[in-house]
Each structure stands twice: as C-alpha cells, then as structure tokens.
C-alpha cells in the first residue's frame, strides 16, 4: 500500500544546530515533492519544490535533497532559531497526499 | 496573508444541523481543494476543482457536499455529521492544477476548526 512518513513526530534541536527532517514513501513516484510549515492553528504555508532531475534545492537558511533510489527527501534548516518552531509536512506533488508532518522545537 | 480566506474560523453544529463553510481565494488562481486534517492524522484531500469542475471525490462520504459556483469561491456543505466529523478543514487554491508535469504549490487558508457535538 502508499504510505508516506516522517522521521519522527517531534523533534528537538538548540539553537544554532542544524535540524533535519526525513520524508520517506513507498508505492509513490512523485515527479516532485514539496516542503510546508504549519503553525498552530494556522493553514500550511509552501517552503520549497524538488523535481526528481534535481539533488537539491536551497532557499537562504532550507536545503531540501531528493533521493529517488532511497524514495527519500531531507529537509535541513541550518542555524536554526526559536522562531524556526513548527510542524513540516512533506508532500507528494501530483497526488495531493501529505505526510504526517514533524513537529519542530528550537530550544533557546 | 495568504490571499485564501475561510469563514467561519469557528463552527460548533450538532448532528442534525446544516451549515456551510466558505473560502474565497484573492489570487486568480484555477484550481481549489479542501483537505480534512484530524488530530494525530496527516492531511487528507477530500475535494479538487479546476475552472469550476470537480476533479476529484476522495471517497468522502455524501453528508459532504462541495460547491464552486466560480474560480474564486468554494464551498463545503454540512448535513448530518457524526462527531468523528470534527477535524480543522483546510481550503487551498493554487495556479493550477498540479499534474505530473505542471507543479503548482498550493496556498491555505486558515482553516475551519469543526466540532460536531
């Protein structure tokens, strides 16, 4: 069956310390993926997209890799912040399916 | 701001009320969805338009029922709910329609939090 899943529920990192999110899926093959941050009571908001003919894609501060071999992406934040707390969904561009989401705590 | 607007933020129906929820996009965009998100549960899509036509029914239960009268306007229609209905329900809009070859990121609203007594 299609399954997709993020490295862990919640994760805690310090400030300054690079987080990284892990996004693996079975039975899907994406042309693309994409990146979303969700705040509490808030809608998703797009971070970044990774094409399958792409490694990696960077936006100031967000790395995303896109490995097709392993069906895996990582999403890196580096020097990360307080302000850089919430939960980040991955999800598979054309099937509209989105993944559990991680939930990310910066530690001052 | 997003540009996608959703009202009421706050809906408390009982199971044999009728109600609406509404989300209009202010961004020219073709293409419109709801999702579903539960505690504990990932995203689920359950509707998607394009130029006003329903692309796609994700298998929701016919107790929902969708409207897109235009590009900008969309609509979910509520009747006869069960409690496990209760969810925050996403409405989002994009460019167009994603496909294998066209991505299209998709903008949110703020969501309708949803409790069916």
């Known amino acids: 069956s299609q399954k997709i899943e993020q490295n862990s529920e919640a994760l805690n990192i310090q400030e300054g310390k690079t987080a990284t999110l892990t996004c693996n899926y079975t039975n899907y093959s994406p042309a693309y993926l994409q990146w979303y941050r969700q705040d509490p009571g808030r809608g998703p908001v797009f971070l970044l997209l990774i094409r399958e003919n792409e490694k990696e894609k960077r936006k100031e501060r967000l790395k995303v890799t896109f490995d097709t071999t392993l069906k895996q992406s990582l999403f890196h934040i580096t020097a990360s912040q307080p302000a850089d707390s919430a939960t980040y969904l991955c999800a598979l561009g054309q099937n509209f399916v989105f993944g559990p989401g991680t939930r990310l705590s910066v530690l001052p | 701001e997003t540009g996608v607007t959703q009202t009421p933020r706050h809906l408390v129906m009982g199971m044999t009320n009728k109600k609406s929820l509404k989300c209009e996009q202010h961004?020219?965009?073709?293409?419109m969805y709801w999702y579903k998100q539960s505690a504990k549960k990932p995203l689920e899509l359950m509707f998607v338009?394009?130029?006003?036509?329903?692309?796609e029914n994700n298998s929701v239960p016919s107790r929902f029922s969708p409207e897109c009268p235009n590009s900008s306007h969309l609509f979910l229609h509520l009747h006869t709910l069960q409690p496990e209905d209760s969810a925050l329900y996403l409405c989002?809009?994009?460019?167009?329609?994603?496909?294998?070859?066209?991505?299209?990121?998709?903008?949110f609203g703020p969501g309708t939090r949803l409790t069916v007594l």
């Open positions: 338009y394009n130029f006003k036509e329903q692309t």
């Open positions: 989002a809009s994009s460019q167009g329609l994603a496909g294998l070859f066209n991505s299209h990121e998709q903008f």
């Open positions: 961004l020219g965009h073709n293409a």
